[in-house]
């Protein structure tokens, strides 16, 4: 059964250091790996989008990598600023099921 | 830009009362989903629809029902509203791609709806 996991659950850090948010899922059988950001009391908004076959996605100071053998995917966020302060979630289509699986999300406060 | 709408931002509910929350896609995605968010338990797929007229339990579809009557519009039912349904709910929608198991497509969010069953 396909776990997918983040860590820390919470993480605080002084404007304009870059960051690492972490991903992990156990079965390397993925269709993709999918980032997304979450403020409090609001829907979720999609940040990157990772096929199987990629490493990498960029989009302005967001950079997503994509270790499929080793079951990981790192966000990385660069020159952090106040309003990047939210939940990030990552998921998983699965292979075996075609269902998409969410970890429990990093929240992160970057303080002025 | 995708746009998926919820009708709802906030609902207040009594008990027993039938609960209908609405969600409008108008990028002609063939894939919806209805999520609740509870903290600590996370995201948890609730019904999702890969076609008009088509759906398909998630992990918790319990007090629940859906329709699809338009491929734009999926809808989320609860018959008899009960106090356990107190969430936070999310429509989602992403195209459906051949070849790759149909749901590989980027997904995207509604706004929410906040419930609250008294």
């Known amino acids: 059964k396909q776990e997918v996991t983040q860590i820390p659950a919470a993480l605080s850090v002084p404007e304009g250091e870059n960051l690492v948010l972490n991903c992990s899922f156990t079965d390397s059988a993925i269709y993709n790996l999918q980032w997304f950001r979450q403020d409090p009391g609001k829907g979720l908004t999609s940040l990157l989008l990772?096929?199987?076959?990629?490493r990498e996605q960029t989009s302005g100071r967001l950079n997503a990598s994509l270790d499929k053998s080793s079951g990981r995917s790192t966000l990385y966020i660069a020159a952090s600023q106040p309003g990047d302060s939210a939940t990030y979630l990552c998921?998983?289509?699965?292979?075996?099921?075609?269902?998409?699986?969410f970890g429990q999300g990093t929240t992160l406060q970057v303080k002025p | 830009d995708v746009k998926v709408t919820q009708s709802s931002r906030y609902l207040v509910k009594r008990t027993g009362e039938k609960v209908f929350l609405e969600c409008v896609q108008d990028m002609d995605h063939e894939n919806m989903f209805w999520y609740r968010q509870d903290p600590g338990l996370g995201l948890r797929l609730i019904y999702f629809s890969y076609d008009v007229k088509m759906k398909e339990k998630g992990d918790i579809p319990e007090g629940y029902s859906v329709s699809r009557e338009k491929k734009e519009r999926f809808s989320l039912i609860l018959e008899s509203a009960s106090t356990n349904q107190t969430s936070m709910y999310l429509c989602a929608s992403n195209p459906f791609l051949l070849g790759a198991g149909g749901n590989t497509g980027e997904l995207f969010f509604g706004e929410g709806s906040r419930l609250t069953v008294l």
């Open positions: 998921a998983v289509v699965a292979v075996n099921t075609g269902k998409l699986i």
């Open positions: 990772i096929q199987s076959s990629q």
